[in-house]
């Protein structure tokens, strides 16, 4: 497809075990960030990447939280250990030029719940 | 430390008439503004920006409007349509090639 995808676009797993979120950006963007969305709040900056490498990993929550991005195309989102406060969707966002012109092209999300 | 605020959760406005989204930030070397649309189950589009060079941009029925002094920015709607139901979010970025989103205004648009 042509637009950023995420899989799965649903997760429920159990407290303390360990999920992988992908993203899939648009073909060509180097630029690639994620975001979280939890319930009544804003969108929350995880992660950026510029190509393979990560200028900004300011806003991992903890060290459960890591990212990697291969290729200069698809990244996968890892939370070790899951928590309940971890309940959110994750968003991942493209971008070719970066955010300054708001070309920053959101996928679907995935939702994730831990019980 | 919530930097950019959307005071207000939810809004609803009559067809045809205007809409009011305001925002609210706290850091003065926020240098570029943005909105965004997201409807229910879908990532947020890109919807206006604004240069902090700049107090308005406009394009088409919307609006933006850049207070610096008073740290506080709007977007206007007008007319309002009903597939402008959504939620909308302020964001703001610094250079650093993130950016700070609000909590985001639901806005209703009622027949």
């Known amino acids: 497809g042509a637009g950023v995808s995420q899989s799965p676009s649903n997760k429920v797993t159990e407290k303390g075990k360990d999920v992988e979120l992908r993203c899939d950006p648009i073909?060509?963007?180097?630029?690639l960030y994620w975001y979280r969305q939890s319930l009544g709040q804003g969108l929350e900056f995880l992660i950026y990447?510029?190509?393979?490498?990560?200028?900004?990993k300011s806003g991992l929550p903890s060290d459960r939280f890591s990212a990697e991005r291969t290729g200069g195309s698809v990244s996968t989102l890892t939370i070790q250990r899951t928590q309940q406060e971890d309940s959110a969707v994750y968003l991942c966002?493209?971008?070719?030029?970066?955010?300054?012109?708001?070309?920053?092209?959101f996928g679907e999300g995935s939702r994730l719940t831990v019980l | 430390d919530q930097q950019v605020k959307q005071n207000s959760p939810s809004l609803s406005v009559q067809e045809g008439r205007i809409s009011i989204l305001n925002c609210d930030y706290t850091?003065?070397?926020?240098?570029?503004f943005l909105w965004y649309k997201k409807y229910p189950a879908e990532g947020p589009t890109f919807l206006i920006s604004?240069?902090?060079?700049?107090d308005k941009n406009e394009d088409g029925r919307f609006t933006v409007f850049l207070n610096k002094s008073a740290k506080h920015l709007s977007l206007h709607i007008v007319p309002s349509q009903p597939g402008d139901s959504a939620v909308y979010f302020c964001?703001?970025?610094?250079?650093?090639?993130?950016?700070?989103f609000g909590q985001g205004t639901r806005l209703t648009i009622n027949p």
């Open positions: 990447f510029q190509g393979n490498s990560a200028p900004d």
């Open positions: 850091n003065s070397m926020f240098d570029y």
């Open positions: 073909s060509g963007h180097t630029a």
């Open positions: 966002a493209s971008s070719l030029r970066g955010v300054n012109t708001g070309e920053l092209f």
């Open positions: 964001a703001a970025e610094q250079g650093a090639q993130k950016l700070v």
């Open positions: 604004i240069s902090s060079i700049k």
